[in-house]
């Protein structure tokens, strides 16, 4: 698979377990995104990194933990999630840079929180 | 704050049947924006952006900035369209941020 891959596709997860959802991209892009994808609500921005450094923390809870070790990788810590958390994660990157404002997504991770 | 509407949540169409996927943003300034599409059991990928002015997949969308417009238009739907398709703008910072509509169903029929 090319682009960004993510792992695991599926993801089922007790409210009390510790779990993380992963992206990686070779395709030179130096900004990672996280995004959430529920049922009956639009695409939510969840975080942004830029150069590896977080710029952006769209109001989410704490229970939800972003890594970014290089440009390549990011993840997604998860723990003490609630039902409401089941949704598709779906991580993106992009070429910062003029004219470079285009996305590139990963299939997702389907997360469901019992 | 930016906000992309689109109003339908679904489109239901048959093949051969022009269709329109409308889409409304809020900002007052020089907006970029986007289409997506999501076919069944794949993953969210551009379709095209306002900037290119590009037709792909025979489908065209034209900036309206006096009624800040963004219909996806194709003039002969095929059941391949079946999709969700998302409207999206980028945000006024640095950050590249998208924020993106709602979200339309389009359903072609044989």
């Known amino acids: 698979e090319t682009g960004v891959t993510q792992t695991p596709r599926h993801l089922v997860m007790g409210m009390t377990n510790k779990k993380s959802l992963k992206c990686e991209q070779h395709?030179?892009?130096?900004?990672m995104y996280w995004y959430k994808q529920s049922a009956k609500k639009p695409l939510e921005l969840m975080f942004v990194y830029s150069l590896e450094e977080r710029v952006e923390n769209n109001s989410v809870p704490s229970r939800f933990s972003p890594e970014c070790p290089n440009s390549s990788h990011l993840f997604l810590h998860l723990h003490t999630l609630q039902p409401e958390d089941s949704a598709l994660y779906l991580c993106?990157?992009?070429?910062?840079?003029?004219?470079?404002?285009?996305?590139?997504f990963g299939a997702g991770s389907r997360l469901t929180v019992l | 704050a930016q906000r992309v509407t689109q109003p339908e949540k679904l489109l239901s169409v048959f093949k051969g049947a022009p269709v329109e996927l409308k889409c409304n943003y809020s900002?007052?300034?020089?907006?970029?924006l986007f289409w997506y599409v999501q076919y069944s059991r794949q993953r969210l990928q551009l379709l095209l952006r306002?900037?290119s002015r590009e037709s792909i997949k025979g489908f065209t969308a034209d900036l309206n900035k006096g009624e800040t417009s963004f219909h996806l238009k194709k003039p002969f739907a095929q059941e391949e369209d079946s999709a969700m398709y998302y409207c999206?703008?980028?945000?006024?910072?640095?950050?590249?941020?998208?924020?993106f509509g709602q979200g339309t169903t389009l359903q072609v029929k044989p």
């Open positions: 306002h900037i």
């Open positions: 900002y007052s300034g020089s907006p970029e």
């Open positions: 395709l030179g892009h130096n900004a």
């Open positions: 999206a703008q980028r945000e006024a910072s640095n950050t590249g941020k998208l924020i």
């Open positions: 993106a990157s992009r070429k910062e840079g003029p004219g470079a404002n285009v996305l590139t």
